[in-house]
């Protein structure tokens, strides 16, 4: 995003005003591409976004079954190329119960890697460019962003009907 | 919980009151961390004349070979059990007040685990070859790890914990970061822009933030249970009587989450103190954390009991003569030292008002952190200092090196934590918000309280 959107900000100072303006714009087609914007994650927004479940759940898991493949492969392989034959074991037997540790960590530890690498992407994170259309979105106000119109537009009154305390074009 | 809290702050104060650690500190802060800085300088002098001269200064000889830097080792390992637990598996039970101690408690265990990572190293007296014994790492010899020794699972436990640690407090800070990238100006906006990764806070981006916290919470929840076990099976896995016994993993465990939540407790009385916190760390909060602590140490306490009991009840001589000793024999000062300070003192905090009693609280839970290093102390040094060859048998006193560079892990911690404490929000600013009152609009409220009549 090297071109910076215009747009206007809608500011709300309550929840349940900006929840109902989500639902609201949401299903009009007038608002293409609008963004909302919250200084915390309450579980309200998301319902009014009528988000599906997150895909991050995917990078989890298959990190995770990854993991536990590469711990039990490492100890294996090792124990292949340099047996430690001790306590009557005989060399080519690998003791499994003993990898679980192993593989266990290796598992929460890709894991883990995988659902950062997948917040990340979903997010759009990691971009030095980020457009910032309110500052205070990240402090105590509610914001909804729509680009590609302007300050004295149908979809501005919209917003404002809906409870918006400030409306601005960025 | 909530319901009994009594916010007095808004969401709208939350950014400015908690962020005033970013501008000048008061000078107690620079007295603090001078110190902090002399006492990591007179750790690294001792170490370099450790490494020069050679363990026998450090007083680690036959048949102690695991002395006070193991026993600092495990210190620390526990200390940083707590932070994972109140932000993952307090995050999956939905207690409320992790909110407002979770982020510190998290910077605590990171910085913990920073100082228990150091002590393998100090221990085996060559530093520059200990990765090639830790990690399987393709050497001349061609020779691997042994994946069968407890000793290696516990470098993948404890490197896993303080990635997985680490990969947790990040994530939660990213949001706070892009709040406070918004509020400053010039070089620091672009420093704070690059480390909240461009954040927005956009309805899409937390939905997938949310989704990706609570999958690490859940990965991380075993992930603490199985540290602390992995570091008592490098004794529960040996032969020698006082480390040979089942119980030591939830033993640990308990023991870990206890000094942990003391150490939550003695950082936050001083930390909400000089950042003037008292309106969001609020008494419940310290109330439920002193609960966490009193439970911990009853658990604790039923442990030193059972494996008392056991050693008895068992009919083996060598492990009855081992805790015979230990609390009749030449260290019976430090027992009874563990048994009071985890079992017996903290007894107080059935009382609720003397868990309002802050400076008594802090107290206790200093003690408590005095008992947990003792109970290491109790554990490894008076097991091994008499062997299978009673020829070898003597009496073990901490050498010099090993006092220094322990309280040399002390500045380090605590140095760490100041600096922590001066560039980052101690408060977790996103997740405080959301265990505050909703912003609702008073149309909505008077709503609610008439569906409520």
């Keep these: 995003m090297s071109k910076k959107q215009t747009g206007i900000v809608a500011n709300y100072q309550y929840l349940d005003e900006f929840c109902t303006a989500i639902e609201t714009v949401r299903e009009r087609d007038d608002f293409t591409g609008f963004e909302a914007f919250s200084p915390t994650s309450y579980h309200e927004i998301e319902h009014a976004s009528g988000f599906k479940p997150s895909p991050v759940r995917f990078f989890t898991l298959i990190a995770g079954l990854t993991g536990t493949c590469i711990g039990f492969a490492l100890a294996l392989a090792m124990d292949w190329d340099w047996p430690i034959v001790v306590g009557g074991k005989t060399a080519g037997i690998p003791s499994l119960p003993a990898y679980v540790v192993i593989g266990f960590e290796t598992t929460i530890l890709f894991g883990a890697f995988g659902t950062i690498f997948g917040m990340l992407f979903f997010g759009r994170l990691g971009n030095p460019q980020a457009h910032i259309v309110e500052e205070r979105a990240t402090d105590d106000r509610f914001t909804i962003f729509v680009p590609g119109v302007t300050a004295g537009s149908e979809q501005a009154t919209l917003l404002k009907s809906l409870g918006a305390e400030e409306i601005k074009s960025v | ?453």
């Design chain 2, 1 to 453: 919980m909530s319901d009994e809290v009594k916010w007095t702050k808004s969401m709208a104060d939350v950014n400015r009151d908690i962020l005033v650690n970013l501008q000048s500190p008061h000078p107690s802060y620079y007295v603090a961390l001078s110190i902090s800085i002399l006492l990591v300088l007179i750790g690294i002098a001792t170490l370099a004349w450790q490494t020069s001269y050679g363990m026998g200064w450090a007083g680690i000889t036959s048949p102690v070979y695991w002395g006070v830097y193991i026993v600092d080792f495990v210190f620390w390992v526990g200390i940083g059990h707590a932070g994972t637990l109140i932000s993952a598996i307090l995050f999956l039970f939905r207690a409320q007040w992790r909110n407002s101690v979770n982020r510190f408690a998290e910077a605590m265990t990171i910085f913990a685990v920073l100082s228990a990572g150091l002590f393998p190293l100090i221990h085996v007296g060559r530093i520059w070859v200990a990765a090639y014994w830790m990690f399987p790492i393709p050497n001349t010899n061609n020779m691997w790890i042994n994946m069968r020794s407890p000793l290696v699972w516990d470098v993948f436990a404890i490197s896993t914990y303080l990635t997985v640690s680490l990969l947790f407090w990040y994530m939660g800070l990213v949001p706070d970061l892009a709040s406070i990238r918004d509020r400053v100006r010039g070089l620091r906006r672009f420093v704070y822009g690059i480390m909240s990764f461009g954040w927005r806070g956009t309805a899409k981006q937390w939905h997938h933030y949310e989704a990706g916290y609570g999958f690490l919470a859940a990965l991380a929840t075993p992930l603490v249970l199985s540290v602390h076990s992995v570091v008592s099976w490098d004794f529960a896995m040996a032969l020698q009587p006082g480390w040979h016994t089942t119980i030591f993993p939830p033993y640990f465990v308990a023991g870990a989450i206890l000094s942990g939540c003391a150490m939550v407790f003695t950082l936050i009385i001083p930390v909400r103190f000089m950042f003037r916190l008292e309106e969001y760390i609020k008494k419940e909060h310290l109330d439920a954390c002193l609960k966490l602590t009193l439970l911990t140490s009853t658990i604790v306490f039923y442990a030193y009991a059972i494996e008392f009991f056991i050693a008895w009840y068992s009919g083996n001589p060598y492990e009855w003569a081992i805790f015979e000793k230990r609390a009749a024999g030449p260290y019976a000062f430090y027992f009874w030292t563990m048994v009071f300070c985890n079992c017996i003192f903290p007894l107080a905090f059935w009382s609720k008002k003397l868990r309002e009693n802050l400076a008594l609280s802090f107290v206790i839970c200093i003690l408590i952190n005095v008992g947990m290093w003792f109970e290491r102390y109790n554990i490894i040094l008076s097991s091994l200092v008499e062997d299978f060859i009673p020829g070898s048998w003597g009496h073990f006193q901490p050498g010099i090196a090993e006092i220094l560079i322990t309280f040399g892990s002390f500045g380090w911690f605590f140095m760490w934590f100041l600096i922590f404490c001066k560039f980052f929000p101690v408060v977790s600013m996103s997740e405080i918000k959301l265990i505050m009152p909703k912003p609702l609009s008073p149309k909505k409220i008077q709503a609610l309280s008439q569906g409520e009549h």
